[in-house]
Antibody
């Protein structure tokens, strides 16, 4: 079955760090366009970062310098390292696959609450 | 950044009646290769979004044919020919022409 399963979310204090994981099955992330999209509680969708065409990466301005997207080909897992967390980073984080210039496969998400 | 503006922000539709959502981009979404990476997503309450339409008008696998997309350049539309109960939720348009990838604010569809 083709699916994405996120993990690693959890309560974090402002200024803290967290690593999110996304285990992919049924396809290879090495040859796929992968990304993270987040959704703050009760709000809309916000693109966070993409990893594509091998090792090209792109980040939203709001996370540039604090977030790092990466992957482990041996475990078919996508990661998002989150550093210096702020209140604005509180959201459900979705791992997504890109296809046809769209996001065709979404995980169930992992929640990152931020509170002191 | 390309700003995506959806209208209306909410809509209440009677079962079996049509629904339409508009999405306007702040600049043309046609890329240098002639492709237009405008897609539509649907999010039911408590669920992740799912892809409905890609490249303006292409229904994704498993999407009922009551959903259709159209438009060009900067103006796009999602139409539901006959709304069913399972269509409730929030609909988003998204552009992937350039970074940052941006979404519309979302349109909430309810049953009247």
């Amino acid at each position: 079955e083709v699916e994405l399963v996120e993990s690693g979310g959890g309560l974090i204090q402002p200024g803290g760090s967290l690593s999110l994981s996304c285990a992919a099955s049924g396809f290879s992330i090495t040859s796929s366009y992968m990304a993270w999209v987040r959704q703050a509680p009760g709000k809309g969708l916000e693109w966070v970062s993409s990893l594509y065409s091998g090792d090209y990466t792109s980040y939203a301005d709001s996370v540039k310098g604090r977030f790092t997207i990466s992957r482990d080909d041996s475990t078919n897992t996508l990661f998002l390292q989150i550093n210096n967390v702020g209140a604005g980073d509180m959201a459900m984080y979705y791992c997504v696959r890109g296809l046809y210039g769209a996001f065709d496969l979404w995980g169930q998400g992992t929640l990152v609450p931020v509170s002191s | 950044d390309i700003v995506m503006t959806q209208t209306p922000l909410s809509s209440a539709v009677t079962l079996g009646q049509p629904a339409s959502i508009s999405c306007r981009s702040s600049e043309s979404l046609v890329n240098s290769g002639g492709n237009t990476f405008l897609s539509w997503l649907h999010q039911r309450p408590g669920q992740p979004p799912r892809l409905l339409i890609h490249k303006i008008s292409n229904r994704f696998s498993g999407v009922p044919d009551r959903f259709s997309g159209g438009g060009a350049g900067t103006d796009f539309t999602l139409k539901i020919s006959r709304v069913e109960a399972e269509d409730v939720g929030v609909y988003y348009c998204m552009q992937a022409k350039q970074f940052p990838i941006t979404f519309g604010q979302g349109t909430r569809l309810e049953i009247k």
